[in-house]
């Protein structure tokens, strides 16, 4: 970062670089943008168990499809789409989600410690 900005960096193919890590839903942590955290990861078939998150994310399908369950209620996202989830809703990831996903989290530096 210089001066506030984002420094130029060379383009990530987010499809390659989620295809090469080594465990499907461990995400990789790309960079920071001012209060928010990107990172990129590769979804397989397996459901997660719920959470919810003290910060806001959003959640957008490069390829596949992520299947969530949002406050009890399913939501499908798929290839091209985004999903805002506020701060605080439990989601859990149904089964059939498969793809790259990539995740910014807002506000919250635990979100480059952990994985998912």
């Not at 383009?11 to 928010?36: D, I, K």
């Not at 959470?51 to 406050?71: K, Q």
């Amino acid at each position: 970062m210089v001066g506030g900005r984002v420094s130029p960096v060379s383009p990530v193919n987010l499809n390659e670089t989620a295809a090469g890590l080594p465990q499907a839903w461990s995400s990789l942590v790309l960079g920071r943008v001012g209060s928010a955290c990107v990172k990129v990861l590769r979804m397989d078939e397996l459901p997660l168990a719920e959470e919810s998150h003290e910060a806001p994310e959003a959640l957008l399908v490069l390829d596949g499809r992520l299947e969530l369950a949002v406050a009890g209620r399913p939501v499908t996202v798929r290839s091209g789409e985004l999903y805002l989830i506020p701060a605080g809703t439990p989601h859990a990831v149904r089964p059939g989600s498969r793809g790259t996903l990539v995740i910014v989290e807002l506000g919250s530096r635990r979100a480059e410690r952990r994985g998912r």
